[in-house]
């Protein structure tokens, strides 16, 4: 069994002195551990099982092929001593500290510990925050080449037992040869979604507080964020900074972000709609001040706001696809002052349109951090633009029916997207809007269809 590793020019067989064959990999394995404070008892008590030498450190394991490859390429050391394989836990797999995350935005008053690459150093994290015997880890090991351990966190008297059975059969359902991404494994979820069904996080109070909230943390080894899911529009349009606000200031806030994500979508293609079709609609002033406005460009204002966000959103993916060093000074010399300001002087595009469309590019980034959710919303006003071009206002009212309902239909393990809109739930409008801190929290998500819907016990002043 130990021998047919030994081809693996980075893994290691030894028989020993000790009456043992031993098997481990040499970047992953603390052998000096070993040799220092194991080997010497191995020689002295050569006949005794290894698990009795040293409970704890030391257990014994099937004799199966896979798992032992798992369990060397893991940073295990196994042993065999008269036909019994053993294991012990003496892996130093490379690992960062912790730190901020670079996935959420930044929070003076939260914590510097963001999740890192190692598998058990996230869960730890989660663990010193719900100090509670009901947390319960159930763990999946995906990848049949990679064998990346995914853990699913749920509170028994909390979540759904149901959605969380329905999430697990899912995530065993997964046949890949590797797991290298969150994308890897929420393509399964995501079905033909239009806005994404999961949301990332790269900070341990977030995940924590979508946990009280009744949703399922996901934590994947190798993978510096966790994911929640299955997510609501309320919650992918918050903020961890949103719980320390006033409630009247919450308040402007959340109708600030409900505005925005308005403005994204509609804003361009309305104004499509009005310049193209619907001219007789507007003022005189208005009128007069866009074709002053749009003196000395030739182009039609539905091509300008086309051309306009291909170069916002061409400038976003640069920012992608190269790294900070190489792309901050770049962009702001080429794309802001030499592209955009001889755009307007050459007259393909005007001052009006391209404010217009520039806010509304910005506005995007205020409704969610969620690169997925920021992609969809662009395409989403893509399509508006498009149906505004060829059928005017009737056609953004269409394409607005239209991309309600799909919303409305959008369902991740049976919970609606688009709560507490769709369905409506006055308390979930109520918690959206003006609830902030955790005094006047009380109740979870409906939608999410948890066992005990009140986060703190019930007093008469409650009811």
């Given at each position: 069994?130990?021998?047919?590793?030994?081809?693996n020019?980075?893994?290691?067989?030894?028989?020993?002195?000790?009456?043992?064959?031993?098997?481990?990999?040499?970047?992953?394995?603390?052998?000096?551990?070993?040799?220092?404070?194991i080997?010497?008892?191995?020689?002295?008590?050569?006949?005794?099982?290894?698990?009795?030498?040293?409970p704890?450190?030391?257990?014994?394991?099937a004799?199966?092929?896979?798992?032992?490859?798992?369990?060397?390429?893991?940073?295990?050391?196994?042993?065999?001593?008269?036909?019994?394989?053993y294991?012990?836990?003496?892996?130093?797999?490379?690992?960062?500290?912790?730190?901020?995350?670079?996935?959420?935005?930044?929070?003076?008053?939260?914590?510097?510990d963001?999740?890192?690459?190692?598998?058990?150093?996230?869960?730890?994290?989660?663990r010193?925050?719900?100090?509670?015997?009901?947390?319960?880890?159930?763990?999946?090991?995906?990848?049949?080449?990679?064998?990346?351990?995914?853990?699913?966190?749920?509170?028994?008297?909390?979540?759904?037992?149901?959605?969380?059975?329905?999430?697990?059969?899912k995530?065993?359902?997964?046949?890949?040869?590797?797991?290298?991404?969150?994308?890897?494994?929420?393509?399964?979820?995501?079905?033909?979604?239009?806005?994404?069904s999961?949301h990332?996080?790269?900070?341990?109070?977030?995940?924590c507080?979508?946990?009280?909230?009744?949703?399922?943390?996901?934590?994947?080894?190798?993978?510096?964020?966790?994911?929640?899911?299955?997510?609501?529009?309320?919650?992918?349009?918050?903020?961890?900074?949103?719980?320390?606000?006033?409630?009247?200031?919450?308040?402007?806030?959340?109708?600030?972000?409900?505005?925005?994500?308005f403005?994204?979508?509609?804003?361009?293609?309305?104004?499509?709609?009005?310049?193209t079709?619907?001219?007789?609609?507007?003022?005189?002033?208005?009128?007069?001040?866009?074709?002053?406005?749009?003196?000395?460009?030739?182009?039609?204002?539905?091509?300008?706001?086309?051309?306009?966000?291909?170069?916002?959103?061409?400038?976003y993916?640069?920012?992608f696809?190269?790294s900070?060093?190489?792309?901050?000074?770049?962009?702001?010399?080429?794309?802001?002052?030499?592209?955009?300001?001889?755009?307007?002087?050459?007259?393909l595009?005007?001052?009006?349109?391209?404010?217009?469309?520039?806010?509304?590019?910005?506005?995007?980034?205020?409704?969610?951090?969620?690169?997925?959710?920021?992609?969809?919303?662009?395409?989403?006003?893509?399509?508006?633009?498009?149906s505004?071009?060829?059928?005017?206002?009737?056609?953004?009212?269409?394409?607005?029916?239209?991309?309600?309902?799909?919303?409305?239909q959008?369902?991740?393990?049976?919970?609606?997207?688009?709560?507490?809109?769709?369905?409506?739930?006055?308390?979930?409008?109520?918690?959206?809007f003006?609830?902030?801190s955790s005094l006047?929290i009380?109740?979870?998500?409906?939608?999410?269809?948890?066992?005990?819907?009140?986060?703190?016990?019930?007093?008469e002043?409650?009811?």
């Amino acid at each position: 069994m130990l021998q047919r590793l030994k081809n693996n020019a980075d893994v290691i067989y030894r028989k020993t002195d000790a009456n043992c064959e031993i098997c481990y990999q040499e970047h992953l394995c603390n052998i000096l551990e070993f040799m220092k404070d194991i080997y010497p008892v191995l020689v002295e008590q050569d006949r005794k099982r290894l698990d009795h030498l040293f409970p704890g450190l030391c257990k014994e394991i099937a004799d199966d092929e896979e798992l032992v490859e798992q369990l060397v390429f893991s940073g295990l050391l196994v042993a065999q001593r008269e036909r019994i394989l053993y294991a012990f836990d003496l892996s130093k797999a490379p690992s960062r500290s912790t730190s901020d995350s670079i996935a959420d935005p930044d929070n003076v008053f939260g914590s510097r510990d963001g999740f890192v690459e190692n598998f058990k150093e996230n869960i730890a994290l989660m663990r010193t925050r719900v100090k509670d015997s009901r947390l319960m880890i159930d763990t999946v090991t995906l990848g049949r080449r990679s064998k990346t351990i995914v853990s699913v966190l749920s509170i028994e008297d909390i979540h759904n037992s149901e959605i969380k059975k329905a999430l697990l059969e899912k995530l065993k359902k997964i046949d890949l040869d590797a797991i290298l991404s969150v994308e890897d494994i929420m393509a399964y979820f995501q079905e033909n979604h239009l806005f994404p069904s999961y949301h990332y996080i790269g900070n341990p109070d977030s995940a924590c507080s979508r946990l009280y909230n009744g949703e399922f943390v996901l934590i994947i080894d190798r993978i510096c964020v966790a994911v929640c899911l299955p997510t609501t529009l309320a919650y992918a349009s918050r903020h961890k900074i949103d719980g320390i606000h006033l409630p009247l200031f919450a308040f402007f806030e959340r109708l600030s972000v409900l505005i925005s994500a308005f403005m994204s979508i509609f804003f361009c293609g309305i104004l499509c709609s009005f310049s193209t079709h619907q001219r007789d609609s507007l003022s005189l002033t208005i009128l007069s001040t866009l074709k002053v406005s749009q003196t000395g460009v030739f182009l039609p204002i539905y091509l300008e706001i086309l051309l306009v966000l291909f170069l916002f959103e061409l400038y976003y993916i640069i920012g992608f696809r190269q790294s900070k060093i190489t792309v901050s000074s770049t962009i702001v010399l080429i794309g802001g002052l030499i592209i955009g300001e001889n755009l307007i002087s050459s007259g393909l595009a005007g001052v009006f349109l391209m404010t217009g469309t520039a806010i509304c590019f910005l506005l995007t980034f205020l409704v969610s951090s969620n690169v997925t959710t920021i992609l969809s919303i662009s395409m989403c006003r893509l399509f508006i633009i498009l149906s505004s071009i060829f059928f005017g206002l009737v056609g953004v009212v269409l394409a607005s029916i239209l991309l309600a309902y799909r919303l409305y239909q959008q369902r991740t393990l049976g919970v609606p997207y688009f709560y507490p809109f769709l369905p409506f739930d006055i308390k979930g409008i109520h918690k959206f809007f003006m609830s902030t801190s955790s005094l006047k929290i009380n109740h979870r998500d409906a939608a999410l269809q948890v066992k005990n819907r009140h986060r703190r016990k019930m007093h008469e002043e409650d009811h």
